[in-house]
């Protein structure tokens, strides 16, 4: 599981001790319905009872999710040490405190349109957030900072903007970006569609891709079907009432991009696509390649291989 970090929890859970839960249970079932109708945060974060809703419903899923994609990073290019960060869309400022803790003392630079955001992202980030942090109000649209950054994240922001705005906010954020551009979006085929027009893109503007593709042609997937991931993260007793759940886990479902500037790292051969099956005879995993989708069966009589294979799970890179 990946669980937010104990300093960041407990800053969450002390501001909700400060504020008082009542109503935060509403705001986040009415924040959770919005964004299933593709709602912007634009529209539901209003006051600061909102954006410590989402930070306490959200967070630790969005949190979860930008620290596969980053430990992903780290495998395909485990020499590439930024000495600075961007976030943009940053909400709460969750990427940022995942980028803290894969790079620590990194300098961040968190960009939000919302001024409630920021505010709470601020408070948090003085209880424990790693190197320096430079606060920014502004959006996608009017992105200008300067000098870039070695690595730009924009995580579960894409999703709001029209399909007419796509390209033109991965433009600005490529231009910001020195070293790794990283795109996390919700798991959902509409948005899976959308990263790979952003991939073409990306990849015309001379960018390379470190995951979660292994080659750089046309995605070999074929709809219905669509590339996405799932992370475990564990709840807290918050997280729980914010959600109304029962179990004490979530899994979220995301996908994802990294893509980087020549000469940086390389892509994983292969990548499990789907959970593997197994019995006692085999494990049969679903596998994107360098030369397209592919299966791959293991016999349990190649015993080495068995015992490998037994441990992989969805959205690990395979070697050939």
């Not at 803290?100 to 920021?118: I, K, M, S």
């Not at 408070?123 to 730009?152: E, F, I, N, T």
């Not at 009432?241 to 892509?267: C, F, H, Q, T, W």
Request: net charge neutral; hydrophobic share 40%; aromatic share 6%.
């Amino acid at each position: 599981m990946s669980d937010l970090p104990r300093a960041l929890a407990e800053a969450i859970r002390r501001l909700a001790d400060e504020r008082g839960r009542k109503g935060l249970a509403e705001s986040a079932s009415q924040m959770s319905a919005h964004y299933r109708q593709r709602g912007t945060s634009r529209q539901v974060i209003g006051a600061a009872g909102d954006a410590l809703a989402y930070a306490l419903s959200r967070m630790p899923a969005t949190y979860a999710a930008v620290s596969a994609v980053l430990e992903e990073l780290q495998r395909r290019a485990p020499n590439f040490a930024p000495g600075s960060v961007l976030d943009v869309g940053c909400g709460p400022g969750t990427a940022s405190w995942a980028a803290a803790e894969a790079y620590p003392g990194a300098a961040l630079t968190l960009v939000d349109h919302n001024r409630e955001f920021l505010t709470l992202a601020e408070a948090l980030a003085a209880d424990g957030a790693a190197g320096p942090v430079d606060l920014r109000l502004g959006d996608l649209a009017g992105l200008d900072l300067g000098k870039p950054s070695d690595v730009v994240v924009c995580a579960y922001a894409l999703t709001e903007l029209a399909d007419t705005q796509l390209t033109q906010a991965v433009e600005r954020l490529w231009r910001h970006c020195a070293g790794v551009l990283v795109i996390v979006e919700p798991g959902r085929p509409r948005d899976y569609q959308r990263l790979m027009q952003v991939r073409r893109h990306l990849i015309e503007a001379g960018g390379r891709v470190l995951a979660p593709c292994p080659h750089e042609r046309e995605c070999p997937l074929v709809e219905p079907d669509w590339c996405h991931f799932s992370v475990r993260l564990s709840r807290s007793r918050d997280h729980i009432r914010m959600k109304g759940a029962s179990l004490g886990y979530e899994d979220e479902k995301y996908s994802y991009l990294v893509m980087a500037r020549p000469g940086i790292g390389a892509a994983a051969p292969g990548r499990i696509l789907r959970r593997p099956e197994e019995n006692k005879f085999s494990v049969t995993l679903s596998v994107c390649g360098e030369a397209g989708l592919e299966t791959r069966v293991v016999a349990s009589r190649d015993k080495p291989a068995f015992k490998a294979a037994r441990k992989l799970e969805w959205g690990n890179p395979v070697e050939n």
